[in-house]
C-alpha cells in the first residue's frame, strides 16, 4: 500500500518533468535559430577584420626592414628623409592595425554580450520550467491514491508507469544539471567580456601614443626640410653645429660630475651575472656598448673621455620602451628644451628597490609621470631621437643608486637652466652586468 502510495506520487512528476524538458528543448532550439544570422554576421565581420589584421602586419614588417636597411647608410640628407618616410608609413600602417583591432574587439564585445544575454534567458527559462513543475507536481500529490488509479482503465497501465519513475526524476536532475552548468558559462562568459572591454581601453590608449609619435615623425621632417632647404651642404653645416654644441655640453656636465665624489658601498648593489634586470625593447640588438669601446675612443668628446656611459639600443621611431625592472619614476625631462640636439633629448629615471636606478633617452612619447610606480615590463615611453642622435635608438643607463640625483643647473653654453640626472663617475655601471 506504501509503495503504490508512492509510486502514485512520482507519476505526477512524470507527466510534468515530460512537459518541462519538452518545453525547455522547443524554446531553446526556436531561439538559437532565430539568433543564427546575427552569430554568423559577426563571426564573418569579426573575421574579416583579423585578417586585414594580419595583412597590414606583414606590411608592418616590410616596412621595419627598411627602415633598418636605410638607417644603417652614411648619414646624409637623403638618407634621413628616406628613413622618416618610412617611418612616416609604418606609424601609420600601426595605427590602421590598432583602428582595425579596436573595431574587432568592439565586435567580440557585442559578440559576448549576445551570448550573455542569451544564456541568461536560458537560465531564466529553465528555471521557471523547474519551478513551475514542482509546483505542479505538489499539487497533483495532493490527490488520494483512489483517484489517482481511477485515471488508469487497466491496474497494468499503471504499473508501466511505476517503471519510468527512475528516468523521471533522472530527467529532472539533468536539467539542475544543465542548469548549474549555465551559470558557470554565464560567469566565464562575463569575465571573458570585461577583459575584452579593458583590452579595449588599453587598444585606445595605444592609438593615441601611436599618433603623438606620429606627430613627433612628422614634426621632425619638417625641421629637417626647414633648416635644410632640401640642400645636403646645409645639412652637412647644420650637423657639425650640433656636434660642436654637443661636445661643449658634454664637457659642462663632465666639469660638473668630476667634481661630485660620492661614495658607493658594493654591498647595496645586486650582485653581476644575476640578471636582475629585463632588456627594455622586445627586439635586442646593442648598436654602442659600454665603456672605452673603439667608437668612445675616437670620439672622446662624445662621451667624455671615459667611455661610453651606457649602452645603445637599436629602436626605429616608436618603439615600446618597458621599464627594466619594477621601481618608482625619479624623473623625467626634456633636455631640448634648453639645449636642442645636445643631450638626452626627453629621459626617465627609474628608482629600482635593489639599489640600481636606470635612465631611458632620446625618447619621442613619455607615458610616465614623477612619483608614479612601474612593475617590470611597463610601458616607459616610446623611442625616438630627440636630443644628440646620430639616428633613432634607446640610449640605456644603469646608476648605483647612491650616487645619481636630478639636478637643475644653469648652463653657460646654452644660456639657460637645464634639469637632468646628474652622477659621481664612479656610480655609472655596465648595463650588460645586470641584464
Given at each position: 500500500m506504501?509503495?503504490?502510495?508512492?509510486?502514485?506520487?512520482m507519476i505526477s512528476r512524470l507527466k510534468s518533468v515530460r512537459v518541462l524538458i519538452f518545453l525547455v528543448a522547443f524554446f531553446i532550439f526556436n531561439f538559437t535559430n532565430v539568433k543564427a544570422d546575427l552569430v554568423d554576421d559577426l563571426k564573418g565581420k569579426i573575421d574579416e577584420r583579423n585578417r586585414t589584421i594580419a595583412d597590414l602586419e606583414k606590411e608592418i614588417v616590410e616596412y621595419?626592414?627598411?627602415?633598418?636597411?636605410t638607417s644603417t647608410k652614411a648619414k646624409s640628407l637623403k638618407n634621413d628623409i628616406a628613413t622618416l618616410e618610412l617611418t612616416r608609413k609604418k606609424l601609420s600602417t600601426e595605427i590602421s592595425v590598432l583602428q582595425n583591432r579596436i573595431v574587432a574587439t568592439n565586435l567580440n564585445i557585442t559578440q559576448l554580450d549576445g551570448q550573455?544575454?542569451?544564456?541568461?534567458s536560458t537560465i531564466n527559462r529553465t528555471t521557471n520550467g523547474i519551478a513551475t513543475t514542482l509546483q505542479k507536481t505538489n499539487q497533483e500529490e495532493s490527490t488520494t491514491l483512489v483517484e489517482t488509479l481511477l485515471n488508469?482503465?487497466?491496474i497494468s497501465t499503471f504499473l508501466d508507469k511505476i517503471e519510468s519513475l527512475g528516468q523521471l526524476n533522472l530527467g529532472l536532475q539533468e536539467e539542475l544539471k544543465n542548469l548549474k552548468n549555465l551559470k558557470v558559462d554565464l560567469q566565464t562568459k562575463e569575465a571573458k567580456a570585461e577583459g575584452k572591454r579593458k583590452e579595449l581601453v588599453s587598444l585606445a590608449g595605444g592609438l593615441s601614443d601611436k599618433?603623438?609619435?606620429?606627430?613627433?615623425?612628422?614634426?621632425?621632417t619638417a625641421q629637417i626640410l626647414h633648416a635644410t632647404n632640401s640642400i645636403q651642404s646645409n645639412y652637412q653645416k647644420i650637423l657639425e653645429q650640433k656636434i660642436a654644441l654637443r661636445d661643449a655640453f658634454e664637457k659642462e656636465i663632465l666639469d660638473y660630475e668630476s667634481l661630485l665624489k660620492i661614495a658607493i658601498d658594493s654591498n647595496t648593489l645586486p650582485q653581476t651575472g644575476s640578471g636582475v634586470l629585463s632588456w627594455p625593447v622586445d627586439k635586442v640588438r646593442v648598436t654602442q656598448y659600454f665603456g672605452n669601446t673603439d667608437f668612445a675612443k675616437a670620439n672622446k668628446q662624445v662621451y667624455n673621455g671615459l667611455g661610453h656611459s651606457g649602452i645603445d639600443l637599436r629602436a626605429s621611431i616608436g618603439t615600446p620602451i618597458r621599464s627594466a625592472l619594477s621601481g618608482t619614476v625619479k624623473g623625467v625631462g626634456d633636455t631640448d628644451l634648453v639645449c636642442p640636439g645636445a643631450s638626452y633629448g626627453r629621459w626617465v629615471l627609474v628608482e629600482h628597490y635593489n639599489g640600481l636606478s636606470t635612465l631611458y633617452a632620446h625618447l619621442s612619447v613619455i607615458k610616465v609621470s614623477l612619483g608614479q610606480n612601474l612593475d617590470t615590463g611597463n610601458l616607459v615611453g616610446y623611442s625616438g631621437e630627440t636630443g644628440y642622435a646620430t639616428g633613432p635608438h634607446l640610449h640605456f643607463t644603469v646608476y648605483a643608486t647612491q650616487g645619481v640625483k636630478i639636478m637643475s643647473r644653469k648652463s653657460t653654453i646654452c644660456k639657460g637652466t637645464y634639469t637632468m640626472p646628474f652622477a659621481s663617475l664612479n656610480a655609472y655601471l655596465n648595463p650588460l652586468l645586470y641584464l
Open positions: 506504501l509503495l503504490i502510495c508512492y509510486h502514485s506520487g621595419q626592414s627598411q627602415i633598418e636597411k550573455i544575454n542569451d544564456t541568461i488508469y482503465p487497466r599618433k603623438k609619435v606620429a606627430e613627433y615623425n612628422k614634426a621632425q
